[in-house]
C-alpha cells in the first residue's frame, strides 16, 4: 500500500520560514506529480501547489506564489515544501497528496498523508 | 476563497437518500473533471468518486457522481451512520492553472 509521510510542521513567528517533507513509498514516486494541501483549523480544504513527476513543471495557489516553493527529490523518494514571509492565515495543517498522473495537472489525489500542522503566530 | 460552491451542511435518516451539489463555472467544472473526497471526523480526506462517477476500489456503490454543464452531484443511497464527514468537490481550473476545492458539506445522520 502506498505511504506518504509528512513532518516538518511547528510553531513559527510571522515573517518566518519553514520547510515541509513528504517521505513517500510502495510507488514509483518519479512517475506521479506530487501535491500539498491545506486545511486552516474549522476550515475547508485549499490547494497549495503541485509538481510534476520530473519536476520540471510546478504550479501554485496565487495564496502562496512567490513566497512558497514546491519541490521534490526523486532519488530519495521526497516532496518538500519551502514556505517564507509566512502570515498568520498560513497557520493550518498540510497534507501532500499523490497525483494519479505525472503532469500534475487536472488529476486527483487517490493517496493523501497524514498531515503536519502548521502555526503561524508571535 | 473556495472557487466551487457547495451547501454548508446535509442530513438524512439511515437508509435515505442524501444529494450534494457542487457548482462552478466554465473554467472549471466546464471543462474538465470532477472528484470527490471524503473526510471523517480528524483524519486526513479520502479519494470518493473521481472523473465525474468512477469509484475507486473500495468505495460502496452507494455513493454516486454526477455532471452537467458546470455542476457536479454527489449522491448517497442507503445512508448509514459511517457516512457521517465532510465531503468535498474538486476540479482543474483552466484560468487559475490549478485545482480548486469546494467550500465542503457536513453531511449528519440523524
Known amino acids: 500500500e502506498v505511504q506518504l509521510l509528512d513532518s516538518g510542521g511547528g510553531l513559527v513567528q510571522p515573517g518566518g520560514s519553514l520547510r515541509l517533507s513528504c517521505a513517500a513509498s510502495?510507488?514509483?514516486?518519479?512517475?506521479?506529480?506530487m501535491n500539498w494541501v491545506r486545511q486552516a483549523p474549522g476550515k475547508g480544504l485549499e490547494w497549495v501547489s503541485a509538481i510534476s513527476g520530473g519536476g520540471g513543471s510546478t504550479y501554485y495557489a496565487d495564496s502562496v506564489k512567490g513566497r512558497f516553493t514546491i519541490s521534490r527529490d526523486n532519488s530519495k523518494n521526497m516532496l518538500y515544501l519551502q514556505m517564507s514571509s509566512l502570515r498568520v492565515e498560513d497557520t493550518a495543517i498540510y497534507y501532500c497528496?499523490?497525483?494519479?498522473?505525472?503532469?500534475?495537472?487536472?488529476?486527483?489525489?487517490?493517496?493523501w498523508g497524514q498531515g503536519t500542522l502548521v502555526t503561524v503566530s508571535s | 476563497q473556495s472557487v466551487l460552491t457547495q451547501p454548508p451542511s446535509a442530513s438524512g435518516t439511515p437508509g435515505q437518500r442524501v444529494t450534494i451539489s457542487c457548482s462552478g463555472s466554465?473554467?472549471?467544472?466546464?471543462?474538465?473533471?470532477v472528484n470527490w473526497y471524503q473526510q471523517l471526523p480528524g483524519t486526513a480526506p479520502k479519494l470518493l468518486i473521481y472523473?465525474?462517477?468512477q469509484r475507486p476500489s473500495g468505495v460502496p456503490d452507494r455513493f454516486s457522481g454526477s455532471k452537467s454543464g458546470t455542476s457536479a452531484s454527489l449522491a448517497i443511497s442507503g445512508l448509514q451512520s459511517e457516512d457521517e464527514a465532510d465531503y468535498y468537490c474538486a476540479a482543474w481550473d483552466d484560468t487559475l492553472n490549478g485545482h480548486v476545492f469546494g467550500t465542503g458539506t457536513k453531511v449528519t445522520v440523524l
Open positions: 472523473s465525474n462517477n
Open positions: 497528496a499523490k497525483d494519479v498522473g505525472v503532469l500534475g495537472v487536472a488529476g486527483h489525489f487517490d493517496y
Open positions: 510502495r510507488f514509483t514516486f518519479s512517475s506521479y506529480a
Open positions: 466554465s473554467s472549471n467544472i466546464g471543462r474538465n473533471t
